[in-house]
């Protein structure tokens, strides 16, 4: 026998089943610690998409508790719309199998291989079924299946079934076993951080291992659900539009038309003439050849954009710079979303987000926040378009340094949003480098740069303005004192060179002897009614002149006086106290007052 | 001298009161202090601060926080004077521990700001009672001193009345008189190695020198000696360093005067003083165990060619051939050849060539 007739006896099909057990990595489940970050984020990414769908505001539990030894059972639970009973077996038991593949619209999830996999993972390393309970509303009972997967065939298993009674009157709830670690807790907690800022409108609690955090919401509008809409002629290939053409009764113009969005008689007439074909011919029953010069037609008309208000759902800036502001303590935030744009006839939008100072380290790179779908990437930033986008622009022209990515205490947010996101693997991690969409990041960035950099100058003058206040009301006093000193003369008055450089109203504290002195002087050109805020520790019950009212603020005591200034004119107030606490000025501008204390 | 130091301090203080009187925001005007500011005078032929002034209005925090230190500093030291006392740099330092804001951060602050009151007031610092620490540096040679000690006087010999170590320079050099000498030379050495090879091979016996151990960057009353050795005893001073930018500064400091202090440059510069080596043509001729340059050491290099001090032909020259070289070498390097070799071949040849001896 020959070696062809051998080999044959070898040549079989593989099953998806198969070949992801041994190619774990191409889905995010190269190591076990990784596998625990890819179980949760499918698993939070589904139940997301379902409550998006059903207009609920999600509300999603993730459990980690440690099992047996390296061996963690993990829980999602959403209150989403569930998930019909028939279905639930190929849900979680086949790769391959979802809802969303064949419809052109922004969502997280997409082939229908995330949480199947981690079922499969499971069974991998432990052999123990997957748990899944699921309730579509009130008047249903709520189901529960112990699944597997055939690897052989990539069908599913079911090695148990049964109806139980379940609080939630609709939801999913998973719950897998597996060997991992719980190394990569930080990581964890991060992407759920991270989820939690772009899905504002979402809860999520996380316990792991008894240590339990909440994420809040910051808005309690659910966000649109992107509807699908059909192909443009544009991002169509030869198969599809081979698919769509078989499937189709209609004569070449009407399946332009009715098969492609934005394609209206005219342009389905254009494009008709161009490749050369009778507008009357059944489309099915073009040749291949045809076909071929129908897409080279259909790639070379102009045509609108795909309809991007209705298949994409942008985050928004306002509520991107609510995310961030509830999760991360910053001075400064800006969120841009961008016009929609295309790329190879797929919609997407881009926004993006930038923060500064706050509790941001203010040391090392700017942190980079990266998200397609309102799904954080977590790892290969390297590898990302948006990181390359980030070290393109040149943030030293918006008052940071920079070393190939910014640097200092800057956070950089970038969404992509769009009907096909065009990652670089499977495992999703990383944006693929299209001219367009980097395009579009860079200019993004680009204004937030300079919004960040009119801050920044703003700031700067300010703290000019407060130096010269704490020189001039504060410091040149000293000296004064000092040198009179050393003059052996009488102490000089320093108000006429407070007043010439200040020409502001200015509030002082002094205490000296156990007399606290509050002295408000007048050194604008006009008249000043005023109210002087004290909250301190002291009574000051010998107040000359007594205060207007006195709060009791739970053993600190808010004074208040109001006093009217002529130009030129001060006032004081001096009572016996330690002269802890602050003082506050109300009824001028922030920029016509000086507040200093002298006593600290 | 105590009235003319107190007056002239006070004097500062009653302009900022004035000042303030009248409603100016106080301020001080003084020379820049940097490379870019020193200029040749001609007359006596060492190099001062030029025409460039800065000013230093208490209009920010830090600039009127600079001038409260000052104030500080000036009543601490006519208090000092009133009291006929006396104190270190450093016990200054620790007393700005009680001044609150006006603490220094740190010594080099305390010694530019009295650097800065040098140069306003025209007194230097030992009027205001003021000393450095003892640096160590010394002297051996054919040279007779006489020196007013708190004990009384104390007349010594350089070679005959003092240890291994040589005869130590007091900080206050005004206390020193030059009896009698039997010296052809001075020659001012970087390293004790060197200084104790010199003493060790008899040098200063054999050629009628006189060494002063420079002990790195030379302090004040060090270059003080040098001028005056130069000065009242007419010798020829020359200078011997190791072979680095670094040592380069030591000899243009001795010569030119040092960019910190060239208000006093006519006190403390040297102008006749010549440089020995080690040269970077010294490091080829001899063919000198050496070190690659750092960037450092570049950088110094580069910086020195815009130095107005280094601007003739022969520092250019030199500095020039360093950087092609890229190499250093230490003026020990001489011991690769025998222990011998630097006192009966390198410096008698180099100091003939030279015309010192």
């Known amino acids: 026998m020959g070696i062809a007739e051998d080999l044959a006896r070898e040549q079989r099909s593989i099953s998806v089943a198969e070949f992801f057990e041994k190619n774990k990595h191409l889905l995010g489940f190269d190591s076990p610690t990784r596998g625990i970050i890819t179980t949760i984020k499918e698993a939070v990414d589904n139940a997301l998409d379902a409550c998006e769908e059903a207009e609920v505001l999600p509300d999603i539990f993730v459990g980690i508790r440690k099992v047996g030894d390296d061996v963690y059972r993990i829980t999602v639970e959403d209150n989403g719309p569930g998930i019909v009973p028939e279905n639930i077996p190929f849900v979680f038991g086949k790769l391959l199998y979802g809802s969303r593949f064949h419809q052109i619209r922004q969502s997280r999830g997409q082939q229908g291989i995330g949480i199947s996999a981690a079922v499969l993972y499971a069974q991998l390393t432990t052999g123990t079924p997957a748990l899944v309970v699921s309730r579509t509303g009130a008047r249903e009972k709520a189901h529960r299946f112990e699944l597997m997967i055939r690897t052989e065939t990539n069908e599913p298993q079911i090695v148990s079934h049964e109806e139980i009674d379940w609080d939630r009157t609709h939801g999913t709830r998973i719950e897998i076993e597996f060997k991992s670690t719980l190394a990569a807790k930080k990581r964890l907690l991060d992407y759920l951080r991270l989820t939690a800022i772009v899905n504002p409108h979402a809860r999520i609690t996380a316990d792991i291992d008894g240590e339990v955090t909440s994420f809040e919401r910051a808005s309690d509008e659910v966000p649109p659900c992107p509807r699908p809409v059909l192909p443009h002629p544009h991002g169509i290939e030869f198969g599809a539009l081979k698919r769509l053409a078989d499937a189709s009764d209609g004569t070449v113009e009407e399946f332009l038309i009715e098969s492609f969005s934005r394609v209206g008689k005219k342009t389905a007439e254009e494009m008709i003439g161009i490749a050369g074909l009778k507008p009357t011919r059944r489309v099915r029953r073009l040749g291949a050849d045809e076909l071929k010069l129908l897409l080279d037609a259909m790639q070379g008309v102009r045509v609108p954009a795909p309809p991007a208000q209705q298949c994409l759902s942008p985050i928004g800036e306002d509520l991107i710079c609510r995310g961030l502001e509830k999760e991360i303590q910053l001075d400064f935030v800006r969120a841009r979303t961008r016009p929609s744009a295309v790329h190879s006839g797929h919609a997407f939008i881009i926004e993006a987000a930038l923060g500064y100072g706050g509790k941001l380290p203010s040391e090392g790179n700017a942190q980079i926040f990266r998200f397609a779908n309102r799904v954080p990437l977590l790892y290969q930033q390297g590898a990302c378009t948006i990181t390359g986008a980030v070290s393109q622009v040149n943030w030293r022209n918006y008052g940071l340094s920079q070393q190939t990515l910014p640097v200092g205490p800057a956070l950089i947010m970038v969404h992509v949003a769009s009907t096909n996101v065009p990652f670089t693997s499977e495992s999703k991690d990383a944006v693929a480098s299209i001219p367009e969409i980097e395009r579009e990041i860079v200019l993004v960035l680009q204004e937030l740069g300079r919004e960040l950099k009119a801050y920044l100058s703003r700031r700067e003058r300010k703290k000019q303005q407060d130096d010269r206040a704490r020189a001039v009301c504060s410091i040149i006093p000293e000296i004064a004192a000092k040198v009179s000193e050393i003059v052996e003369l009488p102490l000089v008055d320093t108000s006429p060179l407070e007043g010439r450089i200040m020409r502001k109203v200015v509030a002082k504290k002094q205490t000296n002897d156990g007399k606290v002195c509050i002295r408000v002087t007048n050194y604008t050109n006009s008249e000043v009614a005023l109210t002087l805020y004290n909250l301190s520790s002291d009574t000051a019950e010998d107040a000359e002149p007594q205060p207007d009212f006195v709060d009791d603020i739970g053993g600190e005591y808010n004074k208040v006086w109001r006093c009217r200034l002529d130009v030129g004119e001060a006032w004081q107030v001096l009572y016996t106290g330690v002269g802890d606490g602050v003082l506050d000025l109300r009824g001028v501008e922030d920029t016509m007052k000086v507040v200093v204390d002298l006593d600290v | ?357």
């Open chain 2, 1 to 357: 001298m105590d009235a003319l130091a107190k007056e002239r301090l006070v004097g500062i203080a009653r302009t900022w009161y004035e000042q303030m009187r009248d409603g100016i925001v106080p301020y001080v005007r003084l020379p820049t202090r940097t490379k870019h500011n020193i200029e040749y005078d001609d007359e006596s032929e060492v190099w001062k601060y030029g025409d460039k002034e800065s000013t230093r209005a208490a209009t920010t925090e830090k600039s009127a926080v600079h001038l409260l230190k000052m104030a500080y500093v000036i009543g601490f030291l006519k208090q000092q004077l009133v009291e006929n006392r006396s104190s270190t740099l450093r016990e200054l330092y620790y007393i700005s521990e009680g001044w609150k804001r006006a603490k220094f951060s740190a010594q080099d602050e305390s010694n530019l700001l009295i650097e800065d009151l040098e140069i306003i007031t025209d007194v230097q610092r030992e009027a205001f009672h003021l000393r450095p620490e003892e640096d160590g540096a010394s002297i051996f040679g054919p040279l007779r001193i006489r020196e007013t000690t708190r004990r009384g006087v104390r007349e010594m010999h350089c070679q005959e009345d003092v240890g291994e170590a040589g005869y130590p320079i007091p900080n206050n050099v005004d206390t020193l008189d030059f009896v009698d000498h039997d010296a052809k030379f001075v020659i001012a050495i970087e390293t004790g190695g060197m200084y104790a090879r010199l003493m060790e091979n008899g040098f200063d016996e054999e050629y009628g020198a006189i060494l002063v151990h420079l002990k790195g960057q030379p302090a004040r009353s060090t270059r003080r000696v040098l001028r005056r050795l130069s000065d009242s005893l007419d010798l020829p001073v020359v200078v011997f360093t190791d072979g680095d930018p670094w040592s380069y500064r030591i000899y243009a400091s001795v010569a030119y005067g040092s960019i910190k202090s060239a208000h006093m440059s006519e006190l403390l510069a040297t102008p006749q003083a010549q440089f020995v080596g080690v040269q970077p043509t010294d490091i080829s001729d001899y063919d000198l165990p050496s070190d690659r340059l750092t960037e450092q050491d570049v950088n110094a290099l580069k910086a020195e060619l815009t130095d107005p001090r280094f601007a003739t032909e022969y520092w250019h020259n030199q500095i020039n051939l360093q950087l092609e070289m890229k190499l250093k070498s230490e003026q020990q390097a001489f011991a690769s050849r025998g222990l011998d070799f630097v006192t009966k071949e390198y410096l008698p040849t180099r100091l003939s060539e030279m015309g010192v001896i």
